[in-house]
T-cell receptor, first 115, second 111 residues
C-alpha cells in the first residue's frame, strides 16, 4: 500500500489564484481529513469527510472547499489564494467508522506559499 | 472549547537517557489519545495510542501514561537515540471523532 499520497509537494501561488491540492489513499478508509500546519504550530482541521459524498467543516474552513466523490480521493480547493493561506497542508485518513480505530494516517504534505 | 497542549516547546536529552514529554488536555469527554512524531519536512507519524479506559500502554521503547484525574498524559521514550529527534504531538479525540492537536515539543538528542 502507498498509504496517503499528496500532490504537489510544493507550490507557489500569486494572490487571487486558485489551485487544487490532491489527496489519495489506498487503504479503503472511510474517514479523510485536511489539516494545515503553520510554522511552529500544531495541526488545525480544515475539512473532513466520513465517507463518499459527505463532507463537513473543521476548525478553519474559510477560504477552502472540498469534495468527496470517491472513497479514495479527497481534493482541497483554494479559490482565491491569500497570503494567510501560506502553510503546509496535510491530508490524513482513518479506518474509523468501520470498527477500526480513530488513528489517523498522514500524507507527506504540500508546502504552499502565496505571494 | 477543547484544547490539547504541551508543557514544554523544547526538550534536550543526552543520547541513551530516557525522555519524558508531557501533555495536558481540557476536554473530559476525550476518550482516545494519540502521540505522533513529526520529522522535519514530513507528515506526522503514529507512535502509540491509548484509550481513556487505560492508564498505561507500552510499545517498543515508548510508554504512554494517562492520568484522567488531572487530564494529563505523557510519552516516555527509553534509551533515546539520535533518530528520536523530532517534534512530538499529542492529540485527543473529542466530539465528532475529530482530533485536536497540541502545539508540539521539539525533542533534541545530544551526542
Amino acid at each position: 500500500n502507498a498509504g496517503v499520497t499528496q500532490t504537489p509537494k510544493f507550490r507557489i501561488l500569486k494572490i487571487g489564484q486558485s489551485m487544487t491540492l490532491q489527496c489519495t489513499q489506498d487503504m479503503n478508509h472511510n474517514y479523510m481529513y485536511w489539516y494545515r500546519q503553520d510554522p511552529g504550530m500544531g495541526l488545525k482541521l480544515i475539512y473532513y469527510s466520513v465517507g463518499a459524498g459527505i463532507t463537513d467543516k473543521g476548525e478553519v474552513p474559510n477560504g477552502y472547499n472540498v469534495s468527496r466523490s470517491t472513497t479514495e480521493d479527497f481534493p482541497l480547493r483554494l479559490e482565491l489564494a491569500a497570503p494567510s493561506q501560506t502553510s503546509v497542508y496535510f491530508c490524513a485518513s482513518s479506518p474509523a467508522g468501520r470498527g477500526g480505530t480513530d488513528t489517523q494516517y498522514f500524507g507527506p504534505g504540500t508546502r504552499l506559499t502565496v505571494l | 472549547g477543547e484544547s490539547v497542549g504541551l508543557h514544554l516547546p523544547t526538550l534536550s536529552v543526552q543520547e541513551g537517557d530516557n525522555s519524558i514529554i508531557n501533555c495536558a488536555y481540557s476536554n473530559s469527554a476525550s476518550d482516545y489519545f494519540i502521540w505522533y512524531k513529526q520529522e522535519s519536512g514530513k507528515g506526522p507519524q503514529f507512535i502509540i495510542d491509548i484509550r481513556s479506559n487505560m492508564d498505561k500502554r507500552q510499545g517498543q521503547r515508548v510508554t504512554v501514561l494517562l492520568n484522567k484525574t488531572v487530564k494529563h498524559l505523557s510519552l516516555q521514550i527509553a534509551a533515546t537515540q539520535p533518530g528520536d529527534s523530532a517534534v512530538y504531538f499529542c492529540a485527543g479525540i473529542g466530539s465528532a471523532r475529530q482530533l485536536t492537536f497540541g502545539s508540539g515539543t521539539q525533542l533534541t538528542v545530544l551526542p
